[in-house]
């Protein structure tokens, strides 16, 4: 007796349960589309960076102009690059390092190597960023006629255009 009353109430439950089930499985295989395409989110881009796929950074600090440059232009992560500068006027004593802008990533000397007093060289290389948006800023501190200045640049690494 006990046993018809069980199946007698899940023969019940299963009844008014089954067309509700039919209608979610329906619902979840019209939801699949071979046709859709994933969506790529895109970055809106920041003006503030430097953009070295589009030309030379140009810094300004009072009458002097510094024009940096970086080799390959999209800026990888994890591969060799190498960073220009030159200067409108001789300047002395140029250091350049890299850290994170928004997360710390360790300090990244520049090794630098004078062609002239207002051209420079340097080799450097920098990690990837799992987060897949890394900005890098760039400190540059030099002494001008006997006076200290410094200017900073934001740039993009792994950056696609």
């Given at each position: 007796?006990?046993?018809?009353?069980?199946?007698?109430?899940?023969?019940?439950?299963?009844?008014?349960?089954?067309?509700?089930?039919?209608?979610?499985?329906?619902?979840?295989?019209?939801?699949?589309?071979?046709?859709?395409?994933?969506?790529?989110?895109?970055?809106?881009?920041?003006?503030?960076?430097?953009?070295?796929?589009?030309?030379?950074?140009?810094?300004?600090?009072?009458?002097?102009e510094?024009?940096?440059?970086?080799?390959p232009?999209?800026?990888?992560?994890?591969?060799?690059?190498?960073?220009?500068?030159?200067?409108?006027?001789?300047?002395?004593?140029?250091?350049?390092?890299?850290?994170?802008?928004?997360?710390?990533?360790?300090?990244?000397?520049?090794?630098?190597?004078?062609?002239?007093?207002?051209?420079?060289e340097?080799?450097?290389?920098?990690?990837?960023?799992?987060?897949?948006y890394?900005?890098?800023?760039?400190?540059?501190?030099?002494?001008?006629?006997?006076?200290?200045?410094?200017?900073?640049?934001?740039?993009?690494?792994?950056?696609p255009?």
């Open positions: 007796m006990l046993t018809s009353c069980i199946t007698r109430l899940i023969f019940v439950l299963i009844r008014k349960l089954l067309p509700l089930s039919l209608m979610l499985v329906m619902v979840n295989l019209a939801a699949c589309n071979e046709k859709t395409t994933q969506q790529i989110k895109t970055m809106p881009a920041d003006p503030t960076l430097c953009a070295f796929t589009q030309g030379d950074c140009i810094k300004r600090i009072g009458d002097l510094l024009s940096i440059s970086l080799t232009a999209h800026a990888p992560s994890e591969k060799p690059l190498t960073l220009k500068l030159l200067s409108s006027d001789a300047i002395d004593n140029l250091q350049i390092r890299l850290e994170g802008r928004d997360m710390f990533m360790g300090v990244i000397p520049v090794n630098l190597r004078e062609i002239n007093k207002t051209s420079y340097g080799q450097m290389i920098y990690g990837a960023c799992s987060s897949g890394m900005v890098w800023r760039g400190f540059v501190r030099f002494s001008r006629n006997g006076v200290e200045q410094a200017v900073v640049f934001d740039f993009l690494a792994d950056n255009s």
